[in-house]
């Protein structure tokens, strides 16, 4: 199947990055006392999630507690995607607890961010090796390419579903936990030396690091807190748990997965060559969903403005919402293709993707002969 192309034109786009640093330096202007307001607004609600889904645990397995107790752990994700992407460290006031060198570092770790990845691991893979990346094959979280041993024609496609299905309750443990770890474990390593780590040293650390305390935690811990209670208080609270854990699991690839792959987004086959290719490049390659307001955005985690955080990736989540019209203003004005769409279709989008039943879209510049003979220079693919 051949996908169709985006042809990067360096005179079309001439000027972007400026127009980019300074709607920059209107955000940086306007950091206040209610980006600061409004995280505490959103890490409450995190909160009494947690705190609802806690006091009905030993009652028996219930979606209450289930969902509950999943929302209060997705919050948690989405406080350190924008505080370990520097989201609050320019904010003028902000608590050190809120910064990108505090926030889940140390011995803070299992305080602001008990999940299954390591905080630095993290922060390697997604911060730097994704967003300077994104869509490249240095890209990790690149699906198209990771899936691509499994879209072997005999490889039956039910089982292809079925394999999504199973990464979409567990991805966060299957996919994320071990694979951060790996990247950052080999973040110094040259192109082509052979691996500073062996396997067996990476599952012994990923063990001890990871699965070991967050299953203790969320899986021993929390149903012995219920043991005065009783074993059915025990019983309920551990099912909740693990029930929970599945929801946090799904909730968090619903919105994370299909933000930079489907048939009418780009990957890339070699590095930008210029500041506007890079902006560009990030752009057509990320996808929003339907955006405005707190419930909303809460919903999906922030992720719905996918394109403006490729844009700016360290700037508060109330300025993602503000700053958004601008954005596509931006994108209009230059051409350039702005995706969005409500995330269900998203999601069948990126599920496409993954089975092998659609492809992504190529771009190439101006001046490549074959493309210029192919492609009518004058409409930009959208």
């Not at 206040?32 to 397995?61: C, F, M, N, Q, S």
Request: net charge positive; hydrophobic share 40%.
């Amino acid at each position: 199947m051949n996908a169709p192309v985006f042809v990067f034109d360096p005179t079309r786009l001439r000027g972007l990055y400026d127009e980019v640093r300074a709607l920059r330096a209107e955000v940086d202007a306007s950091l206040g006392p209610d980006d600061l307001a409004h995280l505490k607004k959103i890490e409450g609600w995190g909160r009494i999630a947690t705190t609802v889904g806690l006091a009905t645990a030993w009652i028996a397995p219930n979606p209450l507690s289930a969902v509950a107790l999943s929302l209060g752990r997705s919050t948690r994700w989405l406080l350190m995607h924008h505080c370990g992407h520097r989201g609050y460290d320019k904010v003028p006031g902000v608590e050190a607890r809120y910064t990108s060198e505090v926030f889940a570092q140390g011995p803070r770790r299992w305080r602001d961010w008990p999940d299954w990845m390591l905080p630095a691991a993290w922060n390697y893979e997604h911060n730097i090796l994704h967003h300077h990346h994104t869509g490249e094959r240095r890209d990790p979280d690149l699906i198209e390419r990771n899936v691509a041993w499994l879209n072997r024609p005999e490889v039956p496609r039910a089982l292809r579903w079925a394999l999504l299905g199973a990464l979409g309750f567990t991805w966060k443990a299957s996919y994320y936990a071990p694979n951060t770890l790996r990247v950052w474990l080999h973040r110094h390593d040259p192109k082509g030396a052979r691996p500073s780590t062996t396997r067996a040293q990476r599952v012994k650390m990923l063990l001890r690091e990871s699965y070991g305390p967050y299953i203790a935690r969320r899986f021993v811990g929390l149903p012995l807190a219920y043991l005065p209670l009783g074993p059915w208080a025990m019983f309920s609270a551990l099912c909740n748990s693990v029930m929970g854990e599945a929801l946090s699991n799904f909730h968090t690839f619903f919105v994370v997965g299909p933000n930079h792959t489907g048939d009418d987004l780009y990957r890339f086959d070699d590095r930008p060559q210029s500041k506007d290719e890079y902006l560009a490049r990030q752009i057509i390659g990320s996808v929003n969903y339907r955006t405005g307001g707190d419930l909303n955005d809460y919903a999906h985690l922030w992720l719905n403005y996918q394109i403006e955080h490729h844009v700016f990736p360290d700037i508060p989540m109330l300025k993602y919402r503000q700053v958004q019209p601008k954005v596509r203003a931006l994108c209009e004005k230059y051409g350039l293709p702005y995706v969005q769409a409500p995330v269900w279709q998203r999601f069948r989008k990126m599920a496409e993707v993954f089975v092998g039943s659609q492809t992504m879209r190529r771009m190439t510049r101006v001046g490549d002969a074959a493309a210029a003979a192919a492609v009518d220079l004058s409409a930009v693919q959208a």
